[in-house]
């Protein structure tokens, strides 16, 4: 089993930035590929970005590209989303997943049935 854990949300103005952390625990061992999926009052949660664990590939949904950037810290089973020039937009639950298969593996990644493991979520507050 995999545990993860958010931390780094908060609220900004238009323009700021956050840095939001997931530390995974457990089987870390197994973890092909992890995530950043956001959810907005009354939407369906969406993919933001993902990070292949094993050999570094990203990729990023277009409206975050360019702007926010995921990356593993050095040796740590901790995976950043950098989140610049934030928009009311951005405003969402922010959740990290991982799963066991390899990003390029996971079929239809923007969807969260299709990953296996999910943490509880940490706010992001963007005002105009």
């Known amino acids: 089993q995999v545990q993860l854990v958010e931390s780094g949300g908060g609220s900004v103005q238009a323009g700021g930035s956050l840095r939001l952390s997931c530390t995974a625990s457990?089987?870390?061992?197994?973890?092909?590929?992890m995530a950043w999926f956001r959810q907005a009052p009354g939407k369906e949660r969406e993919g933001v970005a993902r990070l292949s664990i094993r050999g570094g590939g990203t990729h990023y949904a277009d409206s975050v590209k360019g702007r926010f950037t995921i990356s593993r810290e050095n040796d740590k089973n901790t995976v950043d989303l950098q989140m610049n020039s934030l928009q009311p937009e951005d405003a969402a639950v922010y959740y990290c997943a991982a799963d066991r298969r390899l990003c390029a593996l996971v079929t239809n990644a923007g969807r969260p049935s299709s990953w296996g493991y999910w943490g509880r979520g940490t706010q992001v507050t963007v005002s105009s």
């Open positions: 457990g089987d870390t061992n197994d973890i092909g590929c």
